[in-house]
């Protein structure tokens, strides 16, 4: 007799014996239970060419790719392009990218992600904005997928008690708090102490929730020299700035801090030089704008010493160099620094996804969900901690560091152990109000 | 509040509204004479400010100069506009040249995006950061240099409608429209030549406009959206009333900035249109109908 029929028979034997202790109802539910553990067995390989059928995740990307915010939406869609390469070369999991453009609109995107579902859309990403992403987070908890926010700072978002919501960003509270934080240490690493300041916002969720964050935290920061002077807040798609310029540089404070985006910060830029205002420097707390590429690309010069104080990459991590050279691959004449931030975000609310999706073996909504709380990812771009969502679906510990632009593109300043050049401030140019 | 505030930013207002008056001047001349409302006007003239850009960015050619070019052939494009695709619209309902220019406008900017994308382009001449000074006051030379250019092209198209047989027989047409058709005025040639005149107005903004604003292909429903507000807060078919209109609304969005808060710049502009509409309903320089 064979080991096989050995076995068999062993556990017939056992059978009969049991039979016999328990009577027959304790025989059926073993016959019960082990056709049920067939089924289970027999199920779990039959789930294995269906995972292998449905082995691409398909991700809904919405980003503002027209309209005032398309720069950055563009350069947020680099990150999400060179996603599906350097998932697979990385992680191996293959995932399929539909990309929807918001056109830097609240209704569209929430049109676009409602579109993005229907068409087969198991998760979703994005969506720079923090309007367009509290549009979205209301349709993603409607249908119950996954939405990863990449960028969007307003704290609301992962306040209102969303179960499919899921941000890896800072919130503006965190934003602000690390950037006057940062902006204390420039103050000591140049020996400055201005007295005053004028805070200048663009008047959308995310400058809303910037102006609240500034109201509520500097008063208590005793550590800080400064006072504000005066709120000026403008519209984003403001085309001429003139008079917002005019009354900031009549407060004659001493320097500008400023939440703005992109285009704004151009046009703002631009009429500080045709008024001729001098301050010792502009202070971005936590936004966007100044470390963008077309931010160089169209002032030139005029970029230099503008300083961002944002979240930024690790230059030096693996995700980072094999992004950098896909990048490079797919799109020769960009280069990664300009776009760093938003490529990172980017590509890491891709890499959650897949991540959650090859932990999981699923492309359930529900069941990716689920994974995606218990992410914890320390292979990253972006510095910081590991990736752990908290209960609210927001990652937390995500650190700062001030950007100064030199010679036509940002360089780490602060903190001192990742800097890049010493902090210059007041800048060149500096004239005393 | 200082002078020094209030006056730049005064300045800065009247500048800017007289190039906004000659946007809608453009807009005034069309609807005093033909009758039609334009409703791609924003859009020409955004078409108008892609073609500066162009010029500016191929050769070289600084907005001022390419004001020739671009009026030129924004004229003919106007003239066979109202030819080919307006023309047949003239005796039908309001509502079917409103659905007919809107048609317009949207293709206009679509096309804008095919062939620019969304992104927005400006130009970069030497004195785009120059300023002078005023004694206190400082003085945008872009700005100034196209509220100048702004000035000469209204004297121009007010010479012409004022001096010229030409410009004489339009005028005919749009007080008298069965006169001017007996005394054997070739009406439909007229209408084209006015479409034309409002369509090189808006051109010859636009180019004056690239030096104050970076366009994208969406720019066109706003400023069409404030065509209509200065020629009516003017005075629709008034050419001075849109002038006037022009350094109102300049003037008000910068005093609106100024005294209650930059975000509130539009909503100034549109309360005082329902100010003008309320108590002086045909415009301030409008005639009774």
Redesign the interface.
């Known amino acids: 007799m064979n080991t096989i029929e050995k076995t068999s028979l062993a556990t017939l034997d056992v059978g009969v014996s049991d039979a016999t202790e328990g009577g027959a109802d304790a025989g059926r539910r073993r016959f019960v239970g082990a056709v049920g553990a067939a089924a289970i067995v027999s199920s779990s390989s039959l789930m294995r060419p269906a995972w292998a059928q449905s082995a691409k995740l398909k991700v809904g990307v919405l980003l503002p790719?027209?309209?005032v915010q398309?720069?950055v939406g563009q350069s947020c869609q680099f990150g999400a392009d060179v996603a599906p390469a350097v998932l697979k070369s990385l992680f191996g999991v293959d995932i399929e990218l539909m990309n929807a453009d918001t056109e830097t609109n609240v209704d569209t995107a929430r049109s676009r992600a409602e579109r993005l579902i229907s068409e087969g859309a198991q998760v979703l990403v994005g969506a720079f904005d923090s309007g367009a992403s509290l549009a979205i987070a209301q349709v993603a908890e409607q249908k119950g997928v996954p939405f990863v926010i990449n960028i969007a700072a307003a704290p609301q978002i992962t306040e209102q008690g969303y179960k499919f919501t899921f941000r890896n960003f800072p919130t503006s509270v965190d934003l602000v708090v690390n950037g006057l934080g940062l902006a204390r240490d420039l103050f000591l690493a140049t020996g400055t102490a201005p007295r005053t300041a004028v805070f200048m916002h663009v008047?959308d969720t995310f400058g809303q929730a910037n102006k609240a964050a500034i109201a509520s935290i500097l008063p208590k920061l005793d550590y800080l020299p400064f006072k504000l002077l005066d709120t000026?807040?403008?519209?984003p798609a403001?085309?001429?700035?003139?008079?917002?310029v005019?009354?900031a540089?009549?407060t004659k404070a001493d320097f500008l801090l400023l939440v703005c985006r992109l285009?704004d910060a151009?046009?703002l830029r631009?009429e500080m030089?045709?008024?001729?205002w001098n301050p010792m420097g502009i202070i971005g707390p936590g936004n966007p704008g100044m470390y963008e590429a077309?931010f160089y690309a169209?002032l030139g010069k005029?970029s230099d010493h503008c300083i961002s104080n944002v979240p930024w990459y690790d230059p030096k991590s693996v995700v980072t160099k094999a992004i950098d050279a896909q990048m490079r691959k797919q799109f020769p004449k960009e280069k990664l620094m300009y776009h760093a931030l938003n490529v990172g975000f980017t590509f890491e609310s891709i890499q959650i996804v897949a991540d959650a999706f090859k932990r999981s073996r699923s492309n359930d909504p529900k069941v990716l969900a689920e994974a995606i709380r218990q992410t914890n990812i320390a292979s990253r771009m972006m510095l910081g901690g590991p990736i752990k969502f908290n209960a609210k679906g927001q990652v937390e510990g995500i650190a700062s560091a001030c950007i100064q632009n030199f010679n036509q593109r940002p360089m780490v300043v602060l903190p001192a152990a990742s800097a890049e050049a010493k902090p210059v401030f007041p800048v060149p140019g500096y004239v005393r109000a | 509040m200082s002078f020094e505030l209030i006056g730049n930013v005064l300045i800065a207002g009247v500048l800017s509204g007289l190039v906004y008056g000659l946007m809608a001047l453009g807009l005034s001349v069309i609807f005093g004479v033909v009758r039609v409302v334009n409703f791609a006007h924003g859009e020409m003239m955004t078409a108008a400010m892609f073609a500066a850009v162009v010029l500016f960015n191929t050769w070289g050619i600084d907005p001022f100069m390419a004001v020739i070019p671009v009026v030129v052939v924004f004229f003919a494009l106007g003239y066979l506009l109202q030819r080919a695709i307006i023309n047949p619209f003239i005796t039908r309902p309001e509502h079917s040249q409103f659905m007919l220019l809107v048609a317009v406008a949207i293709i206009m900017v679509n096309a804008l995006l095919i062939a620019f994308g969304p992104n927005a382009r400006n130009v970069q001449v030497d004195y785009q950061l120059e300023s002078f000074e005023l004694g206190p006051l400082l003085v945008d030379a872009a700005r100034l240099y196209a509220a100048g250019a702004a000035l000469v092209c209204s004297a121009a198209v007010f010479s012409f409608f004022r001096f010229t047989m030409t410009g004489k027989a339009i005028r005919a047409c749009a007080d008298n429209h069965m006169g001017a058709k007996v005394v054997g005025l070739d009406i439909r040639h007229l209408y084209a030549l006015t479409f034309g005149l409002g369509s090189a107005c808006v051109a010859a903004a636009g180019c004056m406009m690239v030096l104050l604003v970076d366009v994208t292909p969406q720019l066109g429903p706003a400023y069409t959206l404030m065509a209509f507000v200065i020629v009516i807060v003017g005075g629709l078919g008034s050419m001075p009333g849109a002038l006037l209109g022009g350094i109102l609304i300049g003037v008000s969005e910068a005093g609106a900035g100024l005294f209650i808060t930059p975000s509130a710049k539009s909503m100034v502009s549109f309360a005082l249109l329902v100010v003008v509409l309320l108590l002086r309903p045909q415009g301030l320089l409008g005639k009774r109908p």
Do not use: C, H
Request: hydrophobic share 45%; proline share 0%; glycine share 4%.
């Open positions: 790719r027209s309209g398309a720069f008047n000026i807040a403008y519209d403001a085309k001429d700035l003139t008079v917002e005019a009354r540089k009549a285009n151009i046009i631009r030089v045709k008024q001729r077309q169209a005029l």
